[in-house]
């Protein structure tokens, strides 16, 4: 038999691990958090339970639990999905928290966060717990009330959606960097064919300001447009990780304004995710 002393121990030991699954169940520090936490009751109630494997068992109570969120997100949802950006992961370096880096040593762009919000909350628990977790088939089917082909069909689904976007890999960060600023370089100076010969044909910008001000943007002389109307922005801008990712966190009095994620492909930036909703920035408490 297992105390509560044991689960305590091993929920503490697996906390950084249940947290990123959460995250990217959910999309969402905040409803990560909560998610874990409500694992965490219920784990705590739970101490007379003989369990073989409690690493297993404890992601299994956390997909639950963001599976019954993702359900009642889906019934009541009012943002328009085309315009929601996932919270981003901001990389601050040395002193940055042991839990953001954990989530930050398997990074998922924000690109892919946005198509996984799109799928259905079963589509999307088989996808992330298996092909980012690899969970069995065997485990994640009874959490999604599935056969395990049932489960393996799932997540076939949900691949075949984020097909051509980067799961993991070593990226080549100083032709990310060079791509970031010389698009910093064309916006300050409102260089309109600059911008436009950096994107890719099927680029895409979304800004997310929680608001009237969120709107998606397709084609890159449109977006090239969008950048000049807002360079005065770029001078306070500083570049970062994102997700593991090519960003921009532009700072003013001291705080973020807004959060920029590059994803690029064939050498050229082909998406921009913008988080510019000032409340959800404030909950992120980003070392700047």
Known sequence: MQDENFWAAQFERHRGRLRAVAYRM???????????????????SASGEDVRDAGSWLTTVVSRQCLNMLR????????PLDTRVPDPVVESGDGADPAE????????GLALLVVLDALAPAERLAFVLHDMFAVPFDEIA???????????????R??????????????DRRQQRRM???WLAAARGGDFAALVELLHPDAVLRVDTGGAGSKLVRGPAEIAG??????????LARLALVNGGPGIVAVQDGRARSVLAFTLRDGLIVEIDILADATRLSTLELSL
């Open 142 to 156: 009874p959490i999604v009330d599935r056969t395990p082909a049932g489960a393996r069909q799932l997540a076939s």
């Open 226 to 235: 969008q950048a000049v109307l807002f360079r005065a922005g770029g001078r």
């Open 180 to 182: 970031v600023e010389a």
């Open 26 to 44: 959910l999309g969402s520090f905040t409803e990560a958090d909560d998610a874990v936490q409500e694992a965490w009751l219920r784990v705590s």
């Open 72 to 79: 009642a997100r889906s019934t009541r949802r009012e943002d």
């Open 101 to 108: 880096q954990e989530v930050l040593a398997d990074s998922v």
């Open 158 to 171: 949900a691949r075949r959606r984020v097909q051509g976007l980067p799961l993991t890999g070593s990226p």
